[in-house]
T-cell receptor
Framework: DTAVSQTPKYLVTQMGNDKSIKCEQN?????MYWYKQDSKKFLKIMFS???????INETVPNRFSPKSPDKAHLNLHINSLELGDSAVYFC???????????????FGPGTRLTVL | DQQVKQNSPSLSVQEGRISILNCDYT??????FLWYKKYPAEGPTFLIS?????DKNEDGRFTVFLNKSAKHLSLHIVPSQPGDSAVYFC???????????FGQGTRLTINP
């Protein structure tokens, strides 16, 4: 009964490959996110979707493309992987648009991507 | 441009004593501040929040203090327990959005 799940947990691949990370939430939330935790340990937001619509798109290379087939899923596709893409990627979800009081973001367990 | 900074990468505290984790920020557009706790191989979990119009919020053993003039917040844990050993992230929410800006975390170790 995991609230936010990600697959795979670990991903090791060669430079230049294309890979996807899947995320699913069973909390009934309407907003989902992708974060990247780099080698310096900062958690930085990459994308956010609300009701399948892109609402936050940080300065992320075009090689990264999120896809939200429905409110419960937000997948991350990465093309032409580079060494610098190695990081831990976290998916998260929450309810609400961000106005008013803070609505807790629930995080998945993370996907450790290693590009060789 | 680090809008949220946690200058102590690690902190070690005796069980039963008070743990104080600190966080500084530069962005005046944060309307909420949050603390998240993270265990190894798990995602961060929400701990406590504080509105930018408050100066204190308490939840059990956890209290967050906000000093807006100094752009500083702190998390107090008392008494500290071994299960509190984790990495603690401070974050600010950009006003009107669900965008969080995180610090780099402080690893707290509670010694028995």
């Amino acid at each position: 009964d995991t609230a936010v799940s990600q697959t795979p947990k670990y991903l090791v691949t060669q430079m230049g490959n294309d890979k996807s990370i899947k995320c699913e939430q069973n909390l009934g939330h309407d907003t989902m996110y992708w974060y990247k935790q780099d080698s310096k340990k900062f958690l930085k937001i990459m994308f956010s979707y609300n009701n399948k619509e892109l609402i936050i798109n940080e300065t992320v290379p075009n090689r990264f493309s999120p896809k939200s087939p429905d409110k419960a899923h937000l997948n991350l596709h990465i093309n032409s992987l580079e060494l610098g893409d190695s990081a831990v990627y976290f998916c998260a979800s929450s309810q609400g648009s961000g106005r008013g009081s803070y609505n807790e973001q629930f995080f998945g367990p993370g996907t450790r991507l290693t590009v060789l | 441009d680090q809008q949220v900074k946690q200058n102590s990468p690690s902190l070690s505290v005796q069980e039963g004593r008070i743990s104080i984790l600190n966080c500084d920020y530069t962005n005046s557009m944060f309307d909420y501040f949050l603390w998240y706790k993270k265990y190894p191989a798990e995602g961060p979990t929400f701990l406590i929040s504080i509105s930018s119009i408050k100066d204190k919020n308490e939840d059990g053993r956890f209290t967050v203090f906000l000093n807006k003039s100094a752009k500083h917040l702190s998390l107090h844990i008392v008494p500290s327990q071994p299960g509190d050993s984790a990495v603690y992230f401070c974050a600010g929410r950009i006003q009107g959005a669900q965008k969080l800006v995180f610090g780099q975390g402080t690893r707290l170790t509670i010694n028995p």
